[in-house]
């Protein structure tokens, strides 16, 4: 009656295809199951791989110059942006005021 169960073989992964699977999954937006599925792991080691270590850290691999002209001309665009909203705020308004020659009732 000690029927036991057949041993799991314990698969083991390198470090390039773990961090291929998470690429993989933070590039794509199929649910982290289907992925799972058609690389052939457990759902349960991809999450803990896209938790885990093997996640890509493309911000902390940048340098800090590279950071800082990022920074810069996204602070440049961004007061461009305002100023281009700010423009069209005004022009609404001029367009949404009567005009002097319209005819009263």
Known sequence: MNESKPKRIKRQYDDAFR???????????????????????????????TKGRHRTKSVAAASAPELQRE??????????????????KKACGILAEPSPSASRA
């Open 19 to 49: 961090r291929n699977a998470v690429a993989l999954v933070e590039s794509s937006d199929r649910p982290l199951s289907e992925v799972a599925a058609e690389l052939g792991v457990s759902h349960w080691n991809l999450r803990d791989w």
């Open 71 to 88: 920074l810069g001309r996204l602070r440049r665009e961004n007061t461009r942006l305002e100023a281009r909203c700010e423009l069209l």
